[in-house]
């Protein structure tokens, strides 16, 4: 049974390269991605995410029988009879789904289809998308019926970026199928790779709206906790002193304030209220979390700067320096990282400001958000924030990267020394 299924993955990226080499372990398996140098990256047996375990990834492709290869040329995919799309789902510059990555993937994959064919989406939607938008494009490209002559899943990723320990395998997995065989279908087939073992959901829907509910209720709860760290800040009190005491409490959840980002957390609630929206109901808390969110890197920026002109520091031309500037600590990943807010708000009141981060890829920094990354941090600068808990900024010695006992540092990861700072989230 296992050599009949041939399984071709659609985006290459944090969610599809893991799942690739995962399955490729017991099936045939096609990694397809329509960038051609990520492609040759990975057939060269390098990897920019740094997601993959290099030696595991040689071995997997490398393998008879099953095994994985790579492929940026579609006419590869025909051979497959099981299709996973874990291409990106962002927002635009509205904050509304932007299906433009979907659509493609699923018009692509229309062009190739066959009857009895499986296509299964793990990119994060709202509920009722994996049917009412791609399904129809499925349709017409390749003029076969839904649930007659293909069939579709939804298993929502759960990859945690950077994280190795609770990695793919480790993680339960939710599942589902279009029609009952479907679902028993799509679950051994996961169920095959995932140790954590599976969930699963008794519709589509169910599992995309698990996806979506999943890190809205985190965004609400760091929503909460964002808004207490303004409000204590007016009081003059330390946000993390108070949540250690409410922590004594068993039933305390202890929620840190910070910068919201990343490819999940920061997204996922818009789709959410979009469908919500789109059926006539206003939600209230989701997108209210999503605005308290939003404006923290806003905060820190005018905190900076109100502290510098506390200390009697020119602000106009003076130099600053941010550390790190991906949306979460020791990985590379700079989607949707919130440090650009921080950088724009005092870039806008006239500093100098240099950000270095060795962990980001800096051609992808100045892509996507027209930061040109310092090479190394060399000089000594009027203000310092610490955006990013890399560990290898826990090791700096931060009185060499002070022009004088008047530097302002803000810890926005209240990890450094309190005696070392002037302020922290």
Known sequence: MNNQKKIAIIGLGYVGLPLAIEFAKKYEVTGFDINKERVEELQNGEDRTKEADLVTLKSVVTNEGVGLSFSSVVDDLKKSN?????????????????????????????????????????????????????????????????????????????????????????????????????????????????????????????????????????????????????????????????????????????????????????????????????????PQVILSGRRVNDNMGMFVANKVIKLMIHKGHKIQGANALILGVTFKEDCPDIRNSRVIDIYSELKQFGLNVDVYDPHADAHEVKEEYDITLVNNIDKQYDSIVLAVSHKEFLALDFKRLKNGNNTVIFDTKSCLDRDLIDARL
Request: overall charge negative; some cysteine; hydrophobic content about 35%.
């Open 82 to 282: 099981i299709y996973i799309v874990t291409v990106p789902t962002p927002i635009d510059q509205f904050k509304a789904p932007d299906l433009a990555p979907l659509l493609k993937a699923s018009q692509m994959l229309g062009e190739v289809i066959k009857k009895g064919d499986i296509i299964i989406y793990e990119s994060t939607v709202y509920p009722g998308c994996t049917e009412e938008d791609c399904v129809p494009v499925l349709e017409k490209y390749s003029e076969l019926k839904y649930n007659e002559d293909f069939f579709c899943g939804y298993s929502p990723e759960r990859i945690n970026p950077g994280d190795k320990v609770n990695t793919l395998t480790k993680i339960k997995k939710v599942t589902s199928g279009s029609t009952p065989e479907i679902a028993d279908i799509v679950d051994q087939l996961y169920s095959s790779i995932i140790v954590a073992g599976t969930h699963k959901a008794p519709s589509l829907k169910v599992a995309e709206a698990s996806k979506a509910i999943e890190n809205a209720q985190r965004d609400v709860n760091i929503s909460f906790v964002n808004e207490l760290a303004l409000i204590f800040d007016r009081i003059g009190i330390d946000t993390t002193d108070v949540i250690e005491a409410a922590g004594t409490k068993w039933n305390f959840l202890k929620y840190k304030p910070g910068l919201v980002g990343g490819h999940c957390i920061g997204v996922d609630p818009y789709y959410l209220a979009h469908k919500a929206e789109s059926l006539g109901y206003h």
